[in-house]
């Protein structure tokens, strides 16, 4: 099993920054790939994110990319989300989300751990 707990969301105004954080606990976190997703209200999950095990490989959904960054610390067992130019169309809550491999993916259902979410409001 592995644990995840997202912290770092918060209000910020349109054009701002923020950096939410998922630390794991549990197995070897540095054989999982990890991910963020978002739900906004009255819509479904969407892919945010991925890193691989190693923290080389990224991908980013083509509404984020540039603005935002996923990293990883496998020292401290965290994930990270560095959001710049926040949208208000980026409100959402954020979930982490590992899975029992090294490789990155988009798909949801490939995701077996999940967080409880954080969230993240933007205001115009």
């Known amino acids: 099993q592995v644990q995840l707990v997202e912290s770092g969301g918060g209000l910020v105004q349109a054009g701002g920054s923020l950096r939410p954080s998922c630390a794991a606990s549990g197995r070897t976190f540095s054989n999982y790939a990890m991910g963020w997703f978002r739900q906004a209200p009255g819509k479904e999950h969407e892919f945010v994110a991925s890193?691989?095990?190693?923290?080389?490989?990224?991908a980013y959904a083509s509404y984020v990319q540039g603005r935002f960054t996923i990293s990883r610390d496998n020292a401290k067992n965290t994930v990270y989300l560095q959001m710049n130019s926040l949208k208000p169309e980026d409100t959402a809550v954020y979930y982490c989300?590992?899975?029992?491999?090294?490789?990155?993916?988009?798909?949801?259902?490939?995701?077996?751990?999940w967080g409880q979410g954080t969230q993240v409001t933007v205001s115009s």
């Open positions: 989300a590992a899975r029992n491999e090294k490789t990155i993916t988009t798909l949801r259902r490939l995701y077996v751990y």
């Open positions: 890193i691989d095990d190693s923290g080389r490989g990224t």
